[in-house]
């Protein structure tokens, strides 16, 4: 274990027990117990830990795996992929690469890659070339950069939606103005305006 300070690694940090850090700066982490930083993290390489609590951000250059009981970030955390567990961020969750989660709370989410996730509630905005999501998708800003689409299995609540093709099994609702490639949906309810340039497969379908 590991416990108080700033700890600077330029090699990998490999911790078999309970750590409580103030801050963390290494090439490689590997933890197998949970992992606390009261301060921020900076990680150039992976990230492998079961818990991982942040309260003051989170930066890795690469993979973060092995949160099975998930990650809790206060502040912004920037990660290249982002894998397994139920993750909470009150802040900015930025990845770059193709992330698998198995639920995510967010204020907003970006992702240049495509994400795939169990269950999605986003307080903020979604950007991301492709959304994947089995077990419904919620939130109060806009989807966009959906390029590949965004699938959702259950409930999509959110506030605008654009770009590509979306397919939703459940219900789709959508508060604000939308601007789509494709949508195929079994409920469609739109409070705003809705425009779509393909084939659009409803249900049913309100519009205000």
């Known amino acids: 274990a590991v416990n108080s300070g700033n700890l600077g690694v330029t090699g990998t940090l490999s911790v078999s027990g309970t750590s409580t850090l103030a801050g963390v700066t290494s090439t490689s982490l590997g933890v197998t117990g949970p992992l606390t930083v009261s301060g921020g993290a900076t990680v150039g390489g992976g990230l492998s830990t079961t818990t991982g609590v942040f309260s003051n951000g989170l930066t890795v250059n690469g ?46 989410i970006s992702v240049s890659g495509s994400l795939s996730a169990g269950s999605a509630l986003i307080s903020g905005s979604l950007t991301a070339n492709q959304g994947t999501f089995s077990n419904g998708l919620t939130g109060n800003g806009a989807r966009s950069g959906l390029n590949a689409g965004l699938s959702v299995t259950g409930t999509t609540t959110t ?7 979306h397919a939703v099994t459940g219900t789709l609702s959508v508060s604000g103005t939308s601007t789509m490639a494709a949508v195929t949906s079994g409920n469609h309810g739109i409070t705003g305006t809705l425009s779509v340039s393909g084939a659009t497969t409803l249900a049913a379908t309100t519009i205000n």
């Not at 990660?79 to 995510?104: E, F």
């Not at 605008?160 to 093709?165: A, C, D, K, Q």
């Open 63 to 108: 993979a973060v795996a092995n949160l099975n009981a998930g990650l809790s970030v206060t502040g912004t955390s920037n990660v290249a992929v982002l894998n397994s567990g139920n993750h909470i961020i009150t802040g900015t969750l930025s990845v770059s690469g193709t992330s698998t989660l198995g639920a995510v709370n967010a204020a907003n």
């Open 159 to 165: 506030g605008v939606l654009n770009s590509g093709n």
